[in-house]
């Protein structure tokens, strides 16, 4: 038990340290750090985000880079139409929430690879209907925002700490869901639905709100995300790797655990950066290579993993493509 | 006595086969019903109507004066129906404790998590879990994880608990450990409904049993009735030795 106490202890103190760092960071960083911390604070917004319905609840969601683009296409186009950008962006969330309602209805009630291809889907509908509709989204052309009147420096500014205002969010409902009825629920519908169903948790219900969670976050971090850049498009705002990026962060860090996403959001985001840095022919090779080991070593996360066992599991893979390999030669 | 579960005329179909023919029986409070019947005779199809897993194709059942068929399985566990089932359904990954809570917290409606978990230490003390319970779930042993489907059942502050083969896959000195927990747990008030292939037990601990066979109701009564029900004797050893019986007795 004191162990326990411990381990949560230090957890506090990490995100406090934590706090305190994104906090000073941009006084201390130049552009292109701050560049980085807004991708990251975006990055682990996202990847919280899908905590909520593929780490507590177990359901493996695609469905990201559909809220994402939805969320920068409406924060975009209210943001053109007059309306100051805090607005559009709390707007978009809410839009966005909405429509992880009725999706969610929809397809919730599919399980495992069903539900992961119809989460899938749900970008590509959304994509070709931006694409359709030119007059208000622009359509293939892209959409431009207007500019903020603001300086090259602090506009950087303004958008960490909107990015970590969206992240800071998630973090907070993540930690709030983990000792909540709602969370406790989800993790039974994860460990076992049958029996969730059988002690009385109405499973429907559940699953559709860790969904919505899921969903609302990612739409304002992509409103966030179009006035940063100032021009979307549908083929960058609904991209695939924006659902599968926030899995393996999640996966990196520790699927269900409340800091989890954060690290691994951190994590990735390094392995991203030096990796395009160093091999900059071939580096989503080196990166999907390094992911895959990655996962295969950690399988529980980083935040779960002991360093004894990780290099147990070495060694007694090493032993088995070793024995694996004697009676050949 | 007043009635707990009333079904009328139900029926159950999988395309053509009727698992369940016209079933018409009571369960009154307080009672302890043994349902019993060859393998295939509807016995967990009839557990599977009440909790609407599987509903009824047709006729009625009413819990407490009021229909419930059409309710969701998660609504019919907080209206008070409990069940366990032949195989072990925990959460693995939650700790013993957390998983009886769980029952407590959905089903019994306890809102907050720490008053569930002191919910769930009374139900550990109750089954004998008490032992384990920061354990993880998948950890225990067959013996243990039947017991803390049982103890989850009770969490839910069950009015009908309905035990599917409890007992199965158990040795001598533990089935004698469940039967005194059986009785234990209707001295507290709770129904019960025993599906159960083992006769000590079903003898031992019922008041009342119900036989199936192919989906009909073929006897209910007292245990010494059904025992000696020529129906319920060819239904299990066949109509040949049935036959023989009723010679050898008529000889006599």
Same mark, same amino acid.
């Given at each position: ?47 919280? #985000? ?26 975009? +186009? ?40 119809? #989460? ?6 959304? =994509?070709?209907?931006?694409?359709? &509709? ?77 969904? /919505? ?69 071939? !580096? ?41 390999? =004697?009676?050949?030669? | ?29 307080? $009672? ?16 599977? /109507? ?7 194709? #047709? ?8 229909? +419930? ?6 609504? +019919? ?27 407590? &917290? ?5 809102? #907050? ?31 243990? =994880?039947? =017991? ?48 159960? !292939? ?14 199936? !066979? ?28 049935? $036959? ?9």
């Amino acid at each position: 038990m004191s162990k326990l106490v411990r381990s949560k202890l230090i957890g506090f103190v990490t995100a406090l340290v934590f706090l305190a760092v994104f906090l000073l960071f941009p006084w201390f960083a130049n552009n292109y750090l701050l560049r980085l911390g807004t991708t990251m604070l975006m990055y682990s917004a996202l990847a919280l #985000s899908w905590n909520f319905i593929g780490g507590f609840a177990g359901y493996p969601s695609f469905a990201t880079a559909a809220f994402f683009g939805l969320g920068a296409y409406a924060g975009g +186009i209210l943001q053109n139409k007059g309306i100051p950008a805090p607005l559009a962006w709390l707007s978009a969330g809410l839009l966005v929430l909405i429509f992880a309602v009725v999706v969610g209805r929809m397809i919730l009630h599919l399980k495992g690879h069903y539900f992961a291809i119809a #989460s899938l889907v749900i970008a590509d509908v959304l =994509r070709e209907v931006i694409n359709g &509709m030119t007059d208000l989204t622009g359509g293939g052309m892209g959409l431009n925002l207007a500019a903020l009147k603001m300086g090259v420096t602090q506009q950087a500014q303004f958008f960490y700490f909107s990015m970590l205002t969206v992240a800071g969010f998630a973090l907070i409902t993540t930690l709030l869901l983990d000792r909540s009825r709602l969370g406790f629920g989800l993790r039974c519908i994860e460990q076992n639905e049958d029996a969730a169903v059988r002690i009385g948790i109405n499973t429907a219900h559940f699953k559709t709100a860790a969904f /919505v969670l899921s969903s609302t976050f990612v739409g304002m971090a992509g409103a966030v995300y179009a006035s940063w850049t100032g021009y979307i498009d549908p083929g960058e705002a609904f991209e695939v790797l924006i659902s599968v990026k926030p899995i393996v962060m999640t996966l990196l860090g520790g699927a269900g655990t409340a800091l989890g996403p954060v690290y691994g959001a951190f994590l990735f985001l390094v392995l991203e950066e030096t990796v395009w840095r160093n091999f900059l022919n071939i !580096h989503s090779g080196v990166l999907g290579l390094l992911v895959v080991l990655l996962i295969l070593f950690l399988p529980r996360g980083i935040l779960q993993a002991s360093l004894w066992s990780a290099l147990g599991r070495l060694g007694l893979r090493m032993i088995e493509v070793i024995r694996r390999q =004697r009676p050949q030669s | 006595m007043s009635v707990l579960l009333e079904l009328h005329d139900v029926s159950r179909s999988f395309g053509g086969l009727k698992a369940l023919d016209s079933v018409s029986m009571n369960f009154n409070f307080g $009672e302890v019903v043994g349902i019993i019947g060859p393998n295939g005779a509807g016995k967990t199809t009839l557990v599977n /109507v009440i909790t609407a897993v599987t509903p009824a194709s #047709s006729g009625s059942v009413r819990f407490n004066n009021n229909p +419930i068929q059409g309710l969701t399985p998660d609504r +019919i566990a907080q209206l008070g129906i409990a069940r366990t089932s032949q195989i072990v359904q925990p959460f693995p990954r939650l700790t013993v404790l957390d998983n009886v809570a769980a029952g407590a &917290m959905f089903a019994a409606g306890i809102r #907050s998590i720490s008053d569930a978990r002191s919910c769930a230490m009374q139900e550990l003390e109750f089954t004998g879990l008490a032992r384990v319970a920061d354990k993880m779930a998948a950890a225990l042993s067959l013996a243990d =994880r039947k =017991r803390l489907e049982l103890a989850r059942s009770l969490a839910m502050q069950p009015k009908l608990l309905m035990l599917d083969e409890v007992n199965a896959g158990l040795n001598a000195a533990e089935i004698d450990a469940a039967l005194g927990l059986i009785r234990a747990i209707a001295a507290r008030g709770v129904t019960i409904l025993l599906i159960e !292939h083992l006769m000590k037990v079903v003898l031992n601990a019922c008041s009342r049993i119900a036989v199936l !066979h192919q989906g009909k109701l073929i006897a209910d009564g007292s245990p010494e009735a059904v025992v000696g029900n020529p129906k319920v004797i060819e239904a299990y050893l066949g109509s040949k030795f049935a $036959e023989r019986q009723r010679a050898a007795r008529d000889a006599t």
